[in-house]
């Protein structure tokens, strides 16, 4: 298996709904990510997860909560968003520790309404 | 094949010429770099990647080189295909202890007319 899985493809909530987008992959990478990208723009970095643990978090709102249960699974839980916060969510894997090889999901395409 | 910069994004060739897309990257330390195609709606699907070791790296129709004086990378198509059209992505990655992240150029949109 050497993809990268992430449900749902499309996301429409409210602006006051509580709701979680799901990543996985079973490549056995120990780095796992997540992307923001807005239309016409390139993805934005928002977390980093290394051997399960956060890593990286490039200052993103509180509304935005990852979460990584097992070396395989990583999720974002998304609460009390605005409709600024619509675009593709992208989730990624590598092989972490300074090895190469980053591999991106297709994405959640998210619309706050 | 004619060269873009990121301050111009969008690239139009015609069917069966070379295209180059170039990219400046931004810092000195980062170690490895990739090329991402992305089609529209779908996720970033890698193309090729170098190392900061090497400054020239070749695969199917597609070649990479890397100018670490100037921080330049380039991409180059032969033989362009109308498959080809997609947004084409940067990106340099920098490792840092247990860190690493992987930042995104901003890209630049090829169009393959028939």
């Known amino acids: 298996d050497t993809e990268v899985t992430q449900t749902p493809k499309h996301l429409v909530m409210g602006m006051t709904n509580k709701k979680s987008l799901k990543c996985e992959q079973h490549?056995?990478?120990?780095?796992m990510y997540w992307y923001k990208q807005k239309a016409k723009k390139p993805p934005e970095l928002m977390f980093v997860?290394?051997?399960?643990?956060?890593?990286i978090n490039e200052s993103v709102p509180s509304r935005f909560s990852p979460e990584c249960p097992n070396s395989s699974l990583l999720n974002l839980h998304l609460h009390a968003l605005q409709p600024e916060d619509s675009a593709l969510y992208l989730c990624?894997?590598?092989?972490?520790?300074?090895?190469?090889?980053?591999?991106f999901g297709s994405g959640t395409r998210l619309t706050v309404v | 094949g004619e060269s873009v910069g990121l301050h111009l994004p969008t690239l139009s060739v015609q069917e069966g010429d070379n295209s180059i897309i170039n990219c400046a990257y931004s810092?000195?330390?980062?170690?490895?770099f990739i090329w991402y195609k992305q089609e529209s709606g779908k996720g970033p699907q890698f193309i090729i990647d170098i190392r900061s070791n090497m400054d020239k790296r070749q695969g199917q129709r597609v070649t990479v080189l890397l100018n670490k004086t100037v921080k330049h990378l380039s991409l180059q198509i032969a033989a362009t295909q109308p498959g080809d059209s997609a947004v084409y992505f940067c990106?340099?990655?920098?490792?840092?202890?247990?860190?690493?992240?992987?930042?995104f150029g901003k890209g630049t949109l090829l169009t393959v007319n028939p």
């Open positions: 810092n000195s330390a980062s170690d490895y």
């Open positions: 990106a340099e990655n920098i490792s840092g202890g247990s860190n690493y992240k992987l930042t």
């Open positions: 490549m056995g990478h120990r780095a």
């Open positions: 997860y290394s051997y399960e643990k956060l890593s």
């Open positions: 990624a894997s590598s092989q972490g520790q300074g090895k190469y090889g980053y591999t």
